[in-house]
Structures are given as C-alpha cells and as structure tokens.
C-alpha cells in the first residue's frame, strides 16, 4: 500500500477480542496516519503497542466539546486522521457519527475500512434469518422502557440484533419471554475470545441455562422474526372445545393440526381429555 495517504478521515474496525483479527490494510493504515482519534488512549494505546505505531493519540467520543470537534476537523482536513473506538467498527454502538457528519458537510475525504463487527459475527452464527436483520443496539435497562422497546420491535419482519452486558442479560431474556413469545433466541459471547459460544433456543430455555451458568463477557443477543403466526397448546385448546361441539376427538384434532401447524397426536391426546 502507498504509505503516503491523503488528508481526511480514515474509519478503522480494530479487533473485538482476537488481535489477530486485525486486517492487512488497518495495520497500514494505523502505520501511516498523523494522528489516532479513538475513545480510550489506554486501550487503542495497547493496540497501537501490538502493531509497533507510535502515532500520536487523540481522546474523542461522541460528547467532546465544539472546540476539540473543530481541532480534529480542521487537523484531517490538511492530515490524514485514523478513527478507532476500543474495539469493532466505530460508530456501531460507538462514537464517530457526529464527526462523520460533520467531516462530510465540510467536503472532507472519508473513507473506512471495514473489519471486526460483533453484530455482524452474531448475526453469522446464530442460524437465524440473516437475508433481513435490524440492529437495535442496548436495550435499555429499566423494565418499562425495555419492554416498549420490545413491543415496538414485535412485528417488523427481521432477526433483532441487540448488544447486552452480562449482568443484564437475565432480565432481557425474562422481558423476550414476555413481550415475544415463541420467538427463536440466539445468544453469542466472547466472540473470538477463548471461551467464544453462540448458544440458540426458545428464552425459558436460555433463562434456565443461563440461571445455572452465570454468563460472563461480552454478548450479542438475537431474537428470530415472527412467524407467520405461530401457535400455543393454549390456543389449540380453545379451538379444539369449540370443533369438539360438532366433531369427534380424531376430527378436531385433525381440523386443529392442519390450522395450527402443531402435532395432531398431542391435539388428538388432549381432545381425549377435553371431551
Ligand atoms: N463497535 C463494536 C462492534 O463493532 O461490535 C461494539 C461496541 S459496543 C460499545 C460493545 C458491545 O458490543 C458489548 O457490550 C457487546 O454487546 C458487543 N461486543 C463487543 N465485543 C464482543 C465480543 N467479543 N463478543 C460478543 N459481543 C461483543
């Protein structure tokens, strides 16, 4: 690569746990800038350290004052700049947007190169639909706000993307299990780290196993789309005791499986019960 790069803002992904994930032209890229905007001097420092740069660190997140903004501008429009945050691509859940916006009404040459992502990796592991997926970044940590956030989400057509803490991610599934029943979950931690998992399944199986393994680290959360309609034996019976006024146990069953998709064994042992 020309080690002479041209001024403006150079969006760098860095690794989201394995450094190794650092890419060819990052490393370059990180080699040949003026300058490293990045969220934390001591992480990026280490980074930096890993990769023998010894480029000058700025501090910058998204609520630095106008002044720091404009310094920064005003240096990647004769320079070229480096943007990084701790880890991943900046701006997903991570500062950048505001100097992006700002860089490209000024007609300052942006340009990013493209790298570790956790979303995209749990997206990729999860087995859920990945042709359309919605990334929601946190929800929020008190109840009510989380849950409307649920709700809003409900119907759109897409696999939910969501980051979560450790220590929150109980209560999320518990508020999934709520506001989505019946939906697919997939949970993926410490990707590209050494205890890496991505562990799929219905929320009360997910609450069970994270009740008696405790997660740790990082973690992507991704909740399947709805179904075309998906159905519950409580739905079952009632439409069952409604066939069974007029048809036999076999019939109902029969009439219910082939409406709800579910097993018409299990409908005709409960029609059996019901009548
Ligand atoms: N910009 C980053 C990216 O591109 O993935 C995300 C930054 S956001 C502040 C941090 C959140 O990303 C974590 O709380 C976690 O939800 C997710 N995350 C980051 N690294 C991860 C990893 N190795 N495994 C799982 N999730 C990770």
Redesign the pocket.
Known sequence: MDQRLSPGLYIV?TP??NLGDITLRAAETLRAVAAVACEDTRVTGKLMQHLGCKQRLIRYDDHADEAARERLLALMAAEPVALV??????L???PGYRLVREARERGIAITSLPG????V??ITLSGLPSDRFLFAG?LPSKEKARGDVLGELAGVPATLVF???APRLLDSLGAIAQHLPGREVAV??????MFEECRPGTPQDLIAHYTAHPPR????LMIGPPQAQTFTMGDAEAMLREELVHAKASQAAASVAKRTGLDRKELYALAMRLK
Do not use: H, N, Q, W
């Open positions: 992904a989201i746990g945050s701790d880890a991943g691509t900046p997903i859940s991570d570790p992502c956790a979303a990796m749990g946190f980051y979560e803490t993926a931690r410490e990707l590209t780290k680290g990082e973690i992507v």
